[in-house]
């Protein structure tokens, strides 16, 4: 059974910066599609960054600041996000082709 498990989560202030890891064994390689989701309170899940064989994908609001990258040697997905904003504050949900993780909280104090 295929498990994601995130991390990396937390409370930082309004600038700052997070790096969210995404570890799934055996599947990063051969998936062909991965992406970060988020769901803010009172909102539905959206997608923040994505990739596929096509390219990689951002939502407009996180542009210039996040940066997905994938690490098929560490089975691993990351979420790097520089100059958080308190907007950026909800759960990040990793998705690989149809599996998810448990969502991590993200805070972003102002």
């Known amino acids: 059974q295929v498990r994601l498990v995130e991390s990396g989560g937390g409370l930082v202030q309004a600038g700052g910066s997070l790096r969210l890891s995404c570890t799934a064994s055996g599947i990063i390689s051969s998936a062909d599609s991965v992406g970060w989701l988020r769901q803010s309170p009172g909102e539905e899940r959206t997608l923040v960054a994505g990739w596929s064989r096509l390219g990689t994908i951002y939502a407009d609001s996180v542009k210039g600041r996040f940066t997905l990258t994938r690490d098929s040697a560490e089975n691993t997905v990351y979420l790097q996000m520089n100059s958080l904003k308190p907007e950026d504050t909800g759960v990040y949900y990793c998705?690989?082709?149809?599996?998810w993780g448990q969502g991590t909280q993200v805070t972003v104090s102002s």
């Open positions: 998705n690989i082709g149809e599996h």
